[in-house]
C-alpha cells in the first residue's frame, strides 16, 4: 500500500508564502493525478486547491491561481504545492492526495494533514 508522508506548513503572515511537499513511498507502478486538498474548519468538506496530472498540466481553484504552484518530480515520488501571497483565508489544514497505480488496480491515497495558518 502506498503511504504520503507531508511536509511543510506553519504559521506566515499575510503576504508571505509557504511550501508543502508530500512524498509517496511503499509499493506501486507510478503515481497518476496528484493533487492538494483543504479543509478551512471542522466538519467542512475538503476542497480542492489545486491538481497535477501525469503529464504535468495543472489546474487550479479560482481562488489561488496565480498564487498557488503545483509541481511534481516524478523521480522522488513527490507533489509540491508552492504558495505566494497568502492571505488569512488560505488558513486550512492541506492534504496532498494521490492516484496510486498498483498492478492489482488504482487506489487513492491521502497524506496525514498539515496546518497552514496566515495572520492578518
Known amino acids: 500500500q502506498a503511504r504520503l508522508e507531508q511536509s511543510g506548513g506553519g504559521l506566515v503572515q499575510s503576504g508571505g508564502s509557504l511550501r508543502l511537499s508530500c512524498v509517496a513511498s511503499?509499493?506501486?507502478?507510478?503515481?497518476?493525478?496528484m493533487a492538494w486538498y483543504r479543509r478551512t474548519a471542522p466538519g467542512k468538506e475538503r476542497e480542492l486547491v489545486a491538481?497535477?496530472?501525469?503529464?504535468?498540466?495543472?489546474n487550479y481553484a479560482d481562488s489561488v491561481k496565480d498564487r498557488f504552484t503545483i509541481s511534481r518530480d516524478d523521480a522522488k515520488n513527490t507533489v509540491d504545492l508552492q504558495m505566494n501571497n497568502l492571505k488569512p483565508e488560505d488558513t486550512a489544514v492541506y492534504y496532498c492526495?494521490?492516484?496510486?497505480?498498483?498492478?492489482?488496480?488504482?487506489?487513492?491515497?491521502w497524506g496525514q494533514g498539515t496546518q497552514v495558518t496566515v495572520s492578518s
Open positions: 492526495e494521490a492516484i496510486v497505480v498498483r498492478r492489482g488496480g488504482n487506489e487513492n491515497s
Open positions: 511503499g509499493e506501486f507502478i507510478r503515481l497518476g493525478t
Open positions: 491538481f497535477i496530472d501525469s503529464r504535468g498540466i495543472a
